[in-house]
């Protein structure tokens, strides 16, 4: 019983860290957009360094 208790938390505090995730990568998706508009190619770099590092995350978690 008290194994299914931890597994049954572990699958909670996943689905959160992906929920976390998911609303990073919107977040950077938006700051990346923007950034183009400006044509801001330091800002863009960063962007998509962060996202790369988010997608790696997720696919880890097989979340995508």
Excluded at 15 to 36: G, I, P, Q, S
Aim: charged share 40%; net charge positive.
């Amino acid at each position: 019983m008290k194994q299914l208790m931890n597994v049954a938390s572990k699958l909670e505090v996943e689905k959160k860290k992906r929920a976390v995730l998911r609303l990073e990568m919107d977040y950077e998706l938006a700051t990346l957009f923007e950034a183009m508009n400006e044509k801001n190619e330091k800002q863009k770099v960063e962007s998509k360094s962060k996202l790369e590092r988010i997608r790696q995350e997720l696919l880890k978690m097989n979340a995508l």
